[in-house]
């Protein structure tokens, strides 16, 4: 029997009563009630009295609520405690699967609209360019510190970076008054030729006398940058710095950090200086020059050449001539 164990004392009586030769017993509880609507096997809630166990056929009792009318659907389930906290340990144990669309999305959204709007801004510009416009007003433009202290003047640009030889500032500047220029001029025009997009290491030598010619100006001062017009800090593509901030003052972006995110930063060091710690968060690029060998001058200007190409066809490639 489902309802419970049948002791084997009981077990004629229980079958006389089966039978129905006997009409009751006093071990049998009858039901409490016939409007009950509790399904057979429902724990009882608290404060409900437990009478002794029963030993009423489950199949009995199922007819007797049957008879009374009540609705098998109607019935409230009740959730067995022990099926709970299975289920509880299940879900702490439960892994969450994952595709790729939950992977890339990640866990908050990302907004690129700065990034769109920058592009944006710089396609545009490349769009505006007509064809057959004259370069005359599309040579790109680096500026220098006008530091005395710098190794990179006014006196020293051009020889370096035109010719690819470092001369230190006051032996050009001596040289200059010897030949009667005694006063730097504050803007100087460079021709370097550019190589070809597709030439190698071997072929360096011969392709560089075919590449095409490219012209920067370089000036040390807004004053010179004026000349240029209004639209002259957009031809900026590279500023030299001596690490001073100072510098940065009469510039239209004044802060080092919003500076170097609109043009190329240099910073020119002697190689056996340390480093310096002021330039750490400026987003420039740090090259040393040897105070003694002046064959690496070559290299040293060629790397200095490779970023600003880099860095121009990136992001003014209008400026760059094809």
């Known amino acids: 029997l489902a309802v419970g164990f049948v002791s084997v004392t ?3 009586n ?9 009409a009751d017993l006093e071990r049998i ?11 057979p096997g429902t724990p009882l809630h608290a404060g409900t009295a437990v009478a002794a166990p029963s030993t009423t056929p ?20 009740v959730a067995d405690a022990q099926d709970i906290e299975v289920v509880k340990r299940i879900k702490q144990s439960e892994v ?48 220098i510190s006008s530091s005395p202290t710098a190794l990179i003047t006014m006196h020293n640009v051009k020889r370096f970076l035109q010719e690819a030889v470092f001369e230190p500032s006051t032996t050009a500047r001596e040289r200059a008054t010897a030949a009667g220029n005694s ?21 360096s030598s011969s392709s560089s006398a075919q590449g095409t010619v490219q012209r920067y100006f370089i000036v040390d001062s807004t004053d010179a940058l004026q000349k240029f017009g209004a639209d002259a800090w957009e031809r900026v593509v590279c500023v030299m710095t001596t690490g001073q901030a100072w510098q940065f003052r009469p510039y239209k972006w004044n802060e080092p950090r919003t500076l170097f995110h609109h043009v190329k930063g240099i910073y020119f060091t002697w190689a056996n200086d340390p480093p310096n710690a002021k330039i750490k968060d400026w987003n420039v690029t740090e090259l ?22 880099d860095w121009t066809v990136t992001n003014k490639p209008w400026l760059m001539k094809s």
Do not use: C
Not at 29 to 39: I, Y
Not at 296 to 307: C, N
């Open 10 to 12: 009981e077990r004629k």
């Open 14 to 22: 229980v079958v006389e009563w089966l039978e129905g030769k006997v």
């Open 29 to 39: 509880r009858p039901l409490a009630s016939a409007e009950s609507t509790t399904p």
């Open 58 to 77: 489950k199949h009995a009792t199922h007819l007797h609520a049957l008879d009374a009318g009540v609705s098998p659907s109607k019935r409230r389930y």
């Open 96 to 143: 969450e699967l994952q595709d790729r669309n939950t992977v890339l999305r990640g866990n908050k959204p990302n907004n690129f609209s700065a990034l769109h709007a920058s592009f944006t801004e710089k396609l545009k510009k490349v769009k505006d360019v007509k064809p057959g416009v004259v370069a005359e007003n599309m040579f790109p433009i680096i500026m």
């Open 183 to 203: 006063r730097a001029e504050d803007l100087i025009h460079i021709d370097r030729r550019r190589a070809p997009p597709t030439a190698t290491a071997s072929s």
């Open 288 to 309: 040393k020059i040897d105070p003694h060998r002046r064959h690496i001058d070559k290299s040293v200007v060629a790397h200095f050449w490779k970023l600003i190409d």
